[in-house]
């Protein structure tokens, strides 16, 4: 009778200690809509390092349940995946929540740039109204012409950009607008003096 007992409470110790070895699979799902948050906020491309953290912690984690799952039942411990997963999900919230400042850091960085291109812009086209066409500097002249209105068309296509959401590319085109319109400018100031040179 007291052999029998013994084994019955074996028994239910075995199974207590299978119990706590349950697969953190709340956790890992959490983690994992997480880290599809922070990607849909763009995570990736606007705060990489903290993305790849999080989703390097996810992976690690994701390996310490596999180590696990391999073992045999009784032997399993899934404390440190659970954790891990759990601090996954953090660092994927926070991953989140910086990309979403810094998107409205560049959105707002880009507002600033669009201004000074269109202002750059509009100084390049009033020195080029201003300047002198002569003999020789009319074909200059006109391949300016060529490419302000070339730059007028980039500059569209960069504020289409800003306008869809996409900060970080509108911002690189209208840097280039800005250094371009900045370039044909001195282009007008040198076709001016070469022609006052002649």
Known sequence: ??????????????LAIAGCSKAPEVEMQAASAGLDAARTAEAEEYVSDAYRTASDTLNAAMAAKQEQDSKFALFRSYGKSKEMFIRAKALADNAATLAATEKERVRQEVMTLITQAQAAIDSAAAV???A????GNRAEIELIKNDL???????????????GG?????????????AKA???????AMAVEKKKGK
Do not use: C, W, Y
């Open 132 to 135: 002198p066409i002569g003999k």
């Open 128 to 130: 080029l109204k201003k």
């Open 149 to 163: 209105t070339g730059l007028g068309a980039q500059f569209e296509e960069a504020k289409n950009d800003f306008n």
């Open 166 to 178: 996409k900060f970080k590319v509108a911002k690189s085109k209208v840097e280039a607008v800005i």
């Open 1 to 14: 009778m007291l052999k029998r007992i013994l084994l019955v409470l074996a028994a239910l110790g075995l």
């Open 182 to 188: 900045n370039s044909i400018i001195n282009e007008i």
